[in-house]
């Protein structure tokens, strides 16, 4: 018989576990007879907003639109530097661009893949120095897998060069930073409730956040058509809103943030305990954050001989990413690099491993998954 399918992640297990609830909610948005906006958008974004505890929470269509709108909130445009990773989901990247800003792409930190605050340091002096062609506005520090950048760092650098901060926040809802919640150290922090993130939405969703109010009515007018109180475009908009329907949804899913963050920890420490270390590398946890694995990264050197050897026992995997952004084609040989290169960012390519990681992941499935991992090793080493 063959065994179950242990899927990476696993939204539809998620939508069964809270299936009253979901549809419940979702009825009762369809009954408000309110389809764009309205109360139900409203209570969301108070409730996501008291959660981070920031004061302002503006729904948007996506998390790449709300990157976009943040950046072009702060005043990015054409001629603006934005430093972030190569090391990132693309639409970190693409979000720059659509909102104008010129992209510069800065290394990691080989141990937990977060932004290296060197190789930034490093490329704002660089810009400043010898692009007199743009100009640094904002740094976007991606809280990648679920961990914390190096912030006290980070907003150091960004402090004395002067420049925003908006943080990507889309895999990390409910991280910390020495304790403190991500999204409350920048400008703004933008969040993606993509299915599989770790606050879900049954669809496209995103939210931005802040604590200043002025950024925060920017940002909800830019949303819609750069709309003042009387309907009057003060500058050019997008239409990017959150759809009440996943607004209802993702009020279900954020009472339970905390409990599904709690499970997927539980999962990685059983990985922790589990997993052999001379055929991989287990993700590092700096002591600065409480990490939330949205996504669960091993490296490997023979990274897709076990990918496949899973997959004939019905374990899924993935590959986040399989080439970061300055490799891909829509990048390559004209996006700007900091000084140093990326070696850190490239040494991975090829070896990043994403195991099942979600919140109903049974204690059976993790010691399956290990199980097959370990065989795979037994037999490397006897080979
Ligand atoms: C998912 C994700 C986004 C954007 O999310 P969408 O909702 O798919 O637009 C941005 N940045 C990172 C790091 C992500 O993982």
Redesign the pocket.
Known sequence: MASPIIRVADPAAGFRARRVQILDAVARSFDSGCYILGDTVERFEKAFAGYIGVAHGIGCA????A?EIALRTLGVGPGMAVFTVSH??V??VAAIERAGGVPVLVDIDPRTFTMSPASLDESITWVKASRQDIVPSVVLP?H?YGQACDMGSIMDIAGRHGLAVVE?C??AHGGRYEGKLLGTFGDMAAF???PT?NLGALG?A?IIVTSDSRLAERARSLRQYGWNASRISDFPGVNSRLDPVQAAILEVQLAELDNDNRKRRDVAKLYESLLPRDCLVVPQVAAWAEHVFHLYVVLCDERDSLAAYLAERNIGTGVHYSLPAHMQPAYAGRVALAPGGLPATEAIVGKNLSLPMHPHLSEEDVRCVCDAILAWCGERRSS
Do not use: I, R, W
């Open positions: 996506n998390g790449t639109d990157l990132t989901a639409c970190t991606v990648l990507d889309a895999q993606s409730c993509y993130k496209d995103g």
